[in-house]
Protein backbone atom coordinates (compact mmCIF):
# COMPACT_ATOMS: atom_id res chain seq x y z
CA UNK A 1 0.00 0.00 0.00
CA UNK A 2 0.89 3.58 -0.77
CA UNK A 3 1.81 6.55 1.66
CA UNK A 4 -1.75 8.14 1.55
CA UNK A 5 0.77 11.53 2.09
CA UNK A 6 2.90 10.70 -1.06
CA UNK A 7 -0.36 10.12 -3.47
CA UNK A 8 -0.26 11.71 -6.91
CA UNK A 9 -3.09 12.72 -8.56
CA UNK A 10 -4.03 13.33 -11.88
CA UNK A 11 -5.30 16.59 -13.54
CA UNK A 12 -6.95 15.24 -17.21
CA UNK A 13 -8.65 18.22 -18.98
CA UNK A 14 -10.05 16.72 -22.34
CA UNK A 15 -10.22 18.82 -25.35
CA UNK A 16 -11.58 18.73 -28.81
CA UNK A 17 -8.97 18.19 -31.55
CA UNK A 18 -11.53 21.38 -33.41
CA UNK A 19 -10.01 23.98 -31.38
CA UNK A 20 -6.12 23.70 -31.49
CA UNK A 21 -5.85 27.21 -29.99
CA UNK A 22 -7.84 26.01 -26.71
CA UNK A 23 -5.43 23.01 -26.34
CA UNK A 24 -2.54 25.54 -26.36
CA UNK A 25 -4.43 27.66 -23.59
CA UNK A 26 -5.21 24.96 -21.53
CA UNK A 27 -1.43 23.94 -21.34
CA UNK A 28 -0.29 27.22 -20.88
CA UNK A 29 -2.91 27.77 -18.07
CA UNK A 30 -1.90 24.27 -16.22
CA UNK A 31 2.04 24.95 -16.91
CA UNK A 32 1.28 28.27 -15.23
CA UNK A 33 -0.58 27.13 -11.96
CA UNK A 34 2.24 24.25 -11.71
CA UNK A 35 5.34 25.21 -13.47
CA UNK A 36 7.38 23.09 -12.14
CA UNK A 37 5.00 19.97 -12.85
CA UNK A 38 5.58 18.28 -16.66
CA UNK A 39 2.46 19.06 -18.76
CA UNK A 40 1.45 16.32 -21.49
CA UNK A 41 -0.93 16.13 -24.40
CA UNK A 42 -2.22 12.62 -24.85
CA UNK A 43 -4.20 12.10 -27.76
CA UNK A 44 -7.36 10.53 -28.11
CA UNK A 45 -9.58 9.58 -30.86
CA UNK A 46 -11.56 13.12 -31.54
CA UNK A 47 -9.46 15.27 -28.39
CA UNK A 48 -6.90 15.12 -26.56
CA UNK A 49 -5.96 15.08 -23.04
CA UNK A 50 -3.82 17.80 -21.32
CA UNK A 51 -2.26 15.68 -18.33
CA UNK A 52 -0.38 16.79 -15.20
CA UNK A 53 0.43 15.42 -12.05
CA UNK A 54 0.67 16.95 -8.76
CA UNK A 55 -0.07 16.31 -4.88
CA UNK A 56 -1.69 19.46 -5.02
CA UNK A 57 -4.42 19.00 -7.41
CA UNK A 58 -6.95 18.41 -4.22
CA UNK A 59 -5.83 21.58 -2.65
CA UNK A 60 -6.19 23.96 -6.06
CA UNK A 61 -9.54 21.88 -7.15
CA UNK A 62 -11.26 21.30 -3.89
CA UNK A 63 -14.87 21.01 -5.76
CA UNK A 64 -13.49 17.71 -6.97
CA UNK A 65 -14.94 14.76 -5.59
CA UNK A 66 -16.05 10.88 -6.73
CA UNK A 67 -19.58 10.82 -8.75
CA UNK A 68 -20.71 13.09 -11.88
CA UNK A 69 -20.35 16.67 -10.92
CA UNK A 70 -23.85 17.55 -11.52
CA UNK A 71 -24.77 14.96 -8.93
CA UNK A 72 -22.48 16.27 -6.16
CA UNK A 73 -21.83 20.50 -4.66
CA UNK A 74 -20.05 22.54 -6.27
CA UNK A 75 -19.13 25.99 -5.18
CA UNK A 76 -15.63 27.71 -5.20
CA UNK A 77 -13.85 28.32 -2.10
CA UNK A 78 -13.66 31.79 -1.15
CA UNK A 79 -10.03 32.08 -2.79
CA UNK A 80 -11.21 30.81 -5.72
CA UNK A 81 -14.31 33.28 -5.71
CA UNK A 82 -11.92 36.50 -5.23
CA UNK A 83 -10.44 35.19 -8.38
CA UNK A 84 -13.27 34.97 -10.18
CA UNK A 85 -14.55 38.22 -9.03
CA UNK A 86 -10.87 39.68 -10.20
CA UNK A 87 -11.32 38.03 -13.55
CA UNK A 88 -14.70 37.72 -14.01
CA UNK A 89 -14.43 38.23 -17.73
CA UNK A 90 -11.41 35.22 -18.14
CA UNK A 91 -14.03 33.08 -16.01
CA UNK A 92 -16.85 33.68 -18.79
CA UNK A 93 -15.12 33.34 -21.40
CA UNK A 94 -13.79 30.10 -19.81
CA UNK A 95 -17.32 28.55 -19.34
CA UNK A 96 -17.96 29.22 -23.19
CA UNK A 97 -15.17 28.07 -24.32
CA UNK A 98 -15.52 24.81 -22.69
CA UNK A 99 -19.41 24.47 -22.23
CA UNK A 100 -20.92 27.15 -24.81
CA UNK A 101 -21.35 28.29 -28.12
CA UNK A 102 -21.55 31.44 -29.86
CA UNK A 103 -24.06 31.15 -33.30
CA UNK A 104 -26.83 33.21 -35.46
CA UNK A 105 -30.30 31.93 -34.55
CA UNK A 106 -32.79 32.35 -37.42
CA UNK A 107 -36.04 32.64 -36.85
CA UNK A 108 -39.35 32.57 -39.24
CA UNK A 109 -42.57 34.18 -38.56
CA UNK A 110 -45.21 34.53 -40.14
CA UNK A 111 -46.40 38.46 -41.29
CA UNK A 112 -49.15 38.85 -44.12
CA UNK A 113 -49.51 35.43 -44.84
CA UNK A 114 -45.72 35.19 -45.74
CA UNK A 115 -42.62 33.49 -44.01
CA UNK A 116 -40.74 36.25 -42.87
CA UNK A 117 -36.75 35.22 -41.70
CA UNK A 118 -34.76 37.14 -39.23
CA UNK A 119 -31.51 36.37 -37.69
CA UNK A 120 -29.61 37.25 -34.68
CA UNK A 121 -26.28 36.38 -32.82
CA UNK A 122 -26.72 34.30 -29.39
CA UNK A 123 -24.85 32.45 -27.03
CA UNK A 124 -25.72 29.40 -24.93
CA UNK A 125 -24.31 27.88 -22.24
CA UNK A 126 -25.23 24.55 -21.47
CA UNK A 127 -24.65 22.55 -18.16
CA UNK A 128 -26.43 19.96 -16.15
CA UNK A 129 -25.22 20.96 -13.11
CA UNK A 130 -26.98 23.76 -11.38
CA UNK A 131 -24.32 24.97 -9.57
CA UNK A 132 -22.09 25.38 -12.44
CA UNK A 133 -24.70 27.15 -13.94
CA UNK A 134 -25.12 29.69 -11.05
CA UNK A 135 -21.23 30.21 -10.64
CA UNK A 136 -22.11 30.88 -14.96
CA UNK A 137 -24.78 32.74 -14.09
CA UNK A 138 -23.68 34.80 -11.60
CA UNK A 139 -20.34 36.17 -13.18
CA UNK A 140 -23.12 37.30 -16.09
CA UNK A 141 -24.66 39.53 -13.32
CA UNK A 142 -22.24 40.83 -11.60
CA UNK A 143 -20.63 42.19 -15.39
CA UNK A 144 -24.60 43.10 -15.58
CA UNK A 145 -25.33 41.27 -18.59
CA UNK A 146 -28.68 39.89 -19.00
CA UNK A 147 -29.49 36.39 -19.60
CA UNK A 148 -32.30 33.79 -19.71
CA UNK A 149 -32.80 30.40 -18.88
CA UNK A 150 -33.79 28.25 -21.94
CA UNK A 151 -35.21 24.75 -20.06
CA UNK A 152 -33.09 22.84 -17.07
CA UNK A 153 -29.83 22.67 -18.71
CA UNK A 154 -29.87 25.94 -21.26
CA UNK A 155 -28.77 29.49 -20.55
CA UNK A 156 -28.70 32.14 -23.56
CA UNK A 157 -27.86 35.33 -24.00
CA UNK A 158 -29.21 36.58 -26.83
CA UNK A 159 -30.35 40.89 -25.87
CA UNK A 160 -28.22 42.87 -28.61
CA UNK A 161 -26.35 44.82 -26.28
CA UNK A 162 -25.08 41.69 -24.25
CA UNK A 163 -23.87 39.78 -27.19
CA UNK A 164 -21.83 42.28 -28.17
CA UNK A 165 -20.74 42.98 -24.55
CA UNK A 166 -19.78 38.89 -24.62
CA UNK A 167 -18.06 39.70 -27.88
CA UNK A 168 -15.69 41.99 -26.76
CA UNK A 169 -13.55 39.46 -24.40
CA UNK A 170 -15.25 35.98 -25.35
CA UNK A 171 -13.97 35.83 -28.57
CA UNK A 172 -14.22 32.97 -30.99
CA UNK A 173 -12.46 29.52 -30.24
CA UNK A 174 -9.83 28.95 -32.06
Same mark, same amino acid.
Given at each position: ?25 ? #? ?83 ? #? ?39 ? #? ?21
Amino acid at each position: MSDPAKKVWALRIACANAWPGLIEQC #KMAVSAIRPENKVRVIPKVGCVEVNSHSKHWPCLFPQHGPGKKHERKIELAAWQQEIVDEFTEDFIRGLLHSDGCRFVNRVRRLL #KGEDRWYEYPRYNFTNVSVDIQRLFTAALDRLGIPWAQMNE #KNISVAKREAVARLDEFVGPKF
